[in-house]
């Protein structure tokens, strides 16, 4: 069983940028297929943003195509979400999941000036 521990969250003005990081443990993520990171709003559904598989392959929702990237570093058992460019309408409590795996607990990212 994998444990996923989301970090890098907090406060960014518009147009800063964050580097979330998911640290996973119990498994090593080169064996798990695809890691990925949601985002979930106030009052909204979760929602997709990015994923990478094992072969590093990955892909995007269009909302974050140009300005979100996904990384892992199998070194590391981790896997990172560089977000730029971020807006207010941004703010969400961002998760890591892992399939097979589950869902890390979250971290808050807020945009706001």
């Known amino acids: 069983q994998v444990q996923l521990v989301e970090s890098g969250g907090g406060l960014v003005q518009p147009g800063g940028s964050l580097r979330l990081s998911c640290a996973a443990s119990?498994?090593?993520?080169?064996?798990?297929?695809?890691m990925g990171w949601y985002r979930q709003a106030p009052g909204k559904q979760r929602e997709f943003l990015a994923y990478?598989?094992?072969?590093?392959?990955?892909s995007y929702a269009d909302s974050v195509k140009d300005r979100f990237t996904i990384s892992r570093d199998n070194t590391k058992n981790a896997v990172y979400l560089q977000m730029n460019s971020l807006k207010p309408e941004h703010t969400a409590v961002y998760y890591c999941h892992a399939n097979p795996g589950g869902w890390g607990q979250g971290t808050q990212v807020t945009v706001s000036t």
């Open positions: 990478i598989t094992n072969g590093g392959a990955t």
């Open positions: 119990g498994r090593i993520i080169s064996s798990i297929y695809v």
